[in-house]
C-alpha cells in the first residue's frame, strides 16, 4: 500500500509539473553595445523554463506569474529550451542557430537571472566554473557552441551584452578551428539583447487621419456647448 500511494504521489507530481504554463521569454539582439536594444535587430531567441524542483525535497510545478524574478541554478528546472537565431553577414554560411543542446556548461554550472523591465522580461546568465583562454585565467561568460563552430557568448554577471563569432579552441600550444571553413565574410555579432526598447511615441502616418477626426469631433462637440 505505501508503494502504490507512493507511486501515486510521484506521478501526481510529474502531471502537475507537465500540466503548468512555462515560462516563456522573447528577447531580440541588436548591432550595438550601449545595453538598450533597438533596431535594426540582428537575431532572436526564446527562453522555456518550467517546474522548479523545490529544496524542501518536493517537485511543484509553478505558472508563469509564479516563476518571480531572481537568480536560479539552471538544473533547478524541470524543463529548460533556448533557441536562437541570427543573421549571418556571411551570404553563403550557414544559418546561425544555437539550443538548449549547445550549450557547454552543464546546466548545474549555470544561473540563470529573471528581471523585469519596463519593456518586458529578460533574462541573464552567469556560469560558475571559468574558462581559461589563451591570455590567461578569465571569465568569457556563458557559451553555447553549434555544431558548425559557432559560439554564441553571454556576458558574465548576468550582463546585457552578447557576441557571436567563430569557435577557436587553442589545444598542446596549436590553434585548432571550429568544423566551419573560413567563411567569405567574418562573423563577428556583438551588442545588446533584451525586449525591444520604444523609442519613439511619434504616431505613424496611417493613424494621424484618425487623429485628426477625433480633433475635429471635439472642436465641433465643443461650439454645440457654447450655442
Given amino acids: 500500500m505505501t508503494i502504490i500511494r507512493s507511486t501515486a504521489a510521484a506521478a501526481a507530481l510529474m502531471l502537475a509539473a507537465g500540466s503548468a504554463q512555462a515560462l516563456t521569454v522573447d528577447v531580440l539582439f541588436d548591432d550595438s553595445a550601449d545595453e538598450t536594444v533597438t533596431a535594426p535587430f540582428v537575431g532572436s ?8 524542483l523545490e529544496l524542501q525535497s518536493e517537485a511543484s510545478a509553478r505558472s508563469e506569474a509564479d516563476i518571480p524574478d531572481g537568480i536560479y541554478l539552471l538544473a ?7 533557441d536562437a537565431s541570427f543573421d549571418n553577414p556571411d551570404p553563403l554560411g550557414p544559418d546561425l542557430t544555437f539550443d538548449e543542446g549547445d550549450l557547454v556548461s552543464p546546466p548545474f554550472d ?24 589563451e591570455v590567461g585565467d ?6 553555447f557552441v553549434n555544431e558548425e563552430g559557432f559560439v554564441l557568448s553571454f556576458q558574465p554577471g548576468f550582463g546585457p551584452l552578447y557576441f557571436v563569432e567563430e569557435f ?18 567574418p562573423v563577428e555579432l556583438f551588442g545588446s539583447f533584451g525586449p525591444e526598447t520604444q523609442t519613439s511615441d511619434v504616431p505613424v502616418p496611417a493613424a494621424l487621419p484618425l487623429m485628426a477626426l477625433g480633433i475635429a469631433a471635439l472642436g465641433a462637440a465643443a461650439r454645440r456647448r457654447k450655442a
Avoid: M, Y
Wanted: aromatic share 16%.
Fill in 110 to 133: 549555470v544561473l540563470v537571472e529573471l528581471r523585469t523591465t519596463p519593456d518586458g522580461r529578460t533574462f541573464g546568465f552567469e556560469t560558475l566554473s571559468f574558462f581559461e583562454d
Fill in 168 to 185: 577557436f579552441v587553442e589545444q598542446f600550444g596549436a590553434q585548432q578551428r571550429g568544423a566551419r571553413a573560413t567563411p567569405l565574410t
Fill in 76 to 82: 533547478e528546472f524541470f524543463t529548460f529550451e533556448f
Fill in 138 to 143: 578569465g571569465d568569457l561568460g556563458t557559451n
Fill in 45 to 52: 531567441a526564446t527562453l522555456v523554463l518550467d517546474g522548479v
